[in-house]
């Protein structure tokens, strides 16, 4: 997983609406990139739905929330509309999984990424992350809010 302290590496991906998202657009703002396994799996759904609860909260703090699977943005489009959510979706699709490793939260066997969370400063540097220890463990929205008053 990436250091704290780290320079988050750039990264420019599609999102759920086939936009071109890059990490530079979010400069001078907090970023929290949410890098899960796929859509539509069970677990995955209860993590954003879970982290749709605390999206007042975020933006309070100043962060924004950004997801990132191996899944297409057609996929993505589909997916946020069955959730309800407004999360703004990224495609790590093409090369699978690039930002994923770059980051250290891609799964080479497994195709996908870990569920990992990485908190990016208005400078862009890492300033808190997160790993399970297996993708079918969801780091739970108050771990998140923990994190966000700690820094604060």
């Known amino acids: 997983m990436i ?12 999102d759920h609406a086939g936009q071109e998202i890059s990490l ?5 703002r907090r970023v929290l990139l949410a890098f899960y396994p796929l859509d539509f799996s069970p677990v995955c759904s209860d993590q954003l739905a879970q982290y749709r609860g605390i999206q007042g909260e975020l933006e309070e703090a100043g962060v924004t929330l950004v ?5 297409s943005a057609f996929a993505h489009k589909a997916f946020r509309e069955q959730l309800g ?3 703004s979706l990224l495609a790590d699709f ?3 999984g ?12 497994a195709g996908h990424s870990n569920r990992s969370l990485v908190l990016i ?10 790993e399970t220890a297996t993708p079918l463990d969801i780091p739970g929205p108050d771990l998140i809010l923990r994190a966000i008053q700690a820094l604060n």
């Open 85 to 87: 959510i407004e999360t």
């Open 98 to 109: 690039a930002v994923a490793e770059s980051y250290g939260a891609y799964l080479g066997q």
């Open 67 to 71: 997801g990132i699977s191996v899944d």
């Open 3 to 14: 250091e704290v302290g780290a320079k988050a590496p750039d990264f420019t991906l599609p």
């Open 121 to 130: 400063g208005p400078d862009g540097t890492v300033e808190w992350v997160h």
């Open 24 to 28: 530079s657009d979010f400069a001078g």
């Open 94 to 96: 093409e090369p699978k």
